[in-house]
T-cell receptor, first 110, second 112 residues
Framework: GNSVTQTEGPVTLSEEAFLTINCTYT??????LFWYVQYPGEGLQLLLK?????DKGSNKGFEATYRKETTSFHLEKGSVQVSDSAVYFC?????????FGQGTELSVKP | DAGVIQSPRHEVTEMGQEVTLRCKPI?????LFWYRQTMMRGLELLIY????????DSGMPEDRFSAKMPNASFSTLKIQPSEPRDSAVYFC??????????FGPGTRLTVL
């Protein structure tokens, strides 16, 4: 079946540190991959996406590359800010519905 | 463009009462999803519709939960009777085809 596994949180970083949140997936066929972000008290927002192997999604300084050979879609940012503190969800879509990872809480300290 | 609209934003009710949550998807989107989020279980898909037809309701926890989509611009999620363990944030999302989903702000439900 389809599943997503991501870095277990919480992850705590200092401002300007490098961020990696790992995401690996299991799926049949060729899913689309997504990163969503949820700020406190809000719904999920799409952060970036990739629809085929070797695609790189990017937005707001975040990047992730669809790696079919390692079935991964790791999220990276070179220099995090306090405002990046949120919960990050990796997801795949294979057919009608999204399959989400468990979420990774990121806390960035000044 | 207005995003996905959910109402109410907060609902506090007593055990045994009926609760109805409402969702207006983004115009033109043909998929609609209902999710539940709790600390214990994370984000769970309850049911989704395509062109107003329920496609997969395997995530609906039990018969107390029901969802309808009478037209392309409106959906409801009903819990009858409600129980304290139903307390959660319920999200509605919509998408245009087999693409990314747009989430509403959620309804925070508290069942006392």
């Amino acid at each position: 079946g389809n599943s997503v596994t991501q870095t277990e949180g919480p992850v705590t970083l200092s401002e300007e540190a490098f961020l990696t949140i790992n995401c690996t997936y299991t799926a049949t066929g060729y899913p689309s991959l997504f990163w969503y972000v949820q700020y406190p008290g809000e719904g999920l927002q799409l952060l970036l996406k990739a629809t085929k192997a070797d695609d790189k999604g990017s937005n707001k300084g975040f990047e992730a590359t669809y790696r079919k050979e390692t079935t991964s879609f790791h999220l990276e940012k070179g220099s995090v800010q306090v405002s990046d503190s949120a919960v990050y969800f990796c997801a795949l879509r294979n057919g009608g519905k999204l399959i989400f990872g468990q979420g990774t809480e990121l806390s960035v300290k000044p | 463009d207005a995003g996905v609209i959910q109402s109410p934003r907060h609902e506090v009710t007593e055990m045994g009462q009926e609760v109805t949550l409402r969702c207006k998807p983004i115009s033109g989107h043909d998929y609609l999803f209902w999710y539940r989020q709790t600390m214990m279980r994370g984000l769970e898909l309850l049911i989704y519709f395509n062109n107003n037809v329920p496609i997969d309701d395997s995530g609906m926890p039990e018969d107390r939960f029901s969802a309808k989509m009478p037209n392309a611009s409106f959906s409801t999620l009903k819990i009858q009777p409600s129980e304290p363990r139903d307390s959660a944030v319920y999200f509605c999302a919509s998408s245009p085809g087999n693409n990314e989903q747009f989430f509403g702000p959620g309804t925070r439900l508290t069942v006392l």
